[in-house]
């Protein structure tokens, strides 16, 4: 084990933490992402390391949410991983950096298209076959990998895309990235992250994502059935409740209901007495 000196971006205390030797031999391009739980301060991150045990980036989830129990149907939970020919996460982990992940996954929960510019060709298959599998019997992906000679050329063609490069928004005309509001997307991808078992982190991942749109296609499906035209807070916390007897934190709440508006194109309102129910239900 080799001992690496972080500084939590929280708080800013700082901590050693070990890395495996044997996985630094393995990078030959790319950052491992190492998850650092609570054992230099209360906080828990991600950070990112080259081959030389030098530190390029930290990730963290700005909130600690507690994901609704909810069981994902049968048919739908995936049981193993695809084929390192077809998705390696290893390399995912490695070549897609945490807020990269977390700005995609937003443009998927909002029905966005999206391109993201990457210069290693060999990745192209393999991340957008990521998320196609995490998006499997859920949301609509619209992802384009695109080398930036390639955009360039074609620019004016994807001008209402959102464009990403690393961790650097290119475009995004409509001001759909606010990393400020994404609080349970950066908390999926840490989730994700620093889970070490590459089977078990793809299929909480992708069960999560499932499980987001589960809840929200099932309130479509009610305002459907009902024939209702607007909906307001009130009646997704009643609808929730009444379905599958849960309680959802604010700020999940919030997450359903910008699927809800953005994904799915429902009117929703706040009522007057919002305040009254949002928080725990």
Known sequence: MTKIQVTCPSCQKKGLIDVSEEILKNITRGLLAVNVPDIICEHTFIVYVDKNLAIRDYFMADFKIELPQISVPEGITEKKIPSKEVVN??????????????YVLKCIFSKKEAIIIMESSFLNEHVLNFFKFITQDSFEIKIKLLSKEEY???KKNYKDYIV???NEIINDSDKIIDIKKLKVEKHLVQVFLAESDLSYSYI???NEIHKAYNLAKSILERTNQENQKKINFKYIVDLIV????????KMYLDF????LKHYFGLEITE?????????FI
């Open 89 to 102: 996460l290893d390399l995912i982990k490695l070549n897609v950096p945490a807020i990269l992940l977390t």
């Open 204 to 206: 909480v991942f992708k």
């Open 256 to 259: 359903i209901v910008e699927i």
């Open 164 to 166: 990403f490069e690393g």
């Open 271 to 279: 009522a007057s007495d919002v305040g009254d129910f949002l928080g």
């Open 242 to 249: 009444e379905k599958f007897n849960i309680k959802l934190e």
């Open 152 to 154: 360039k050329n074609n």
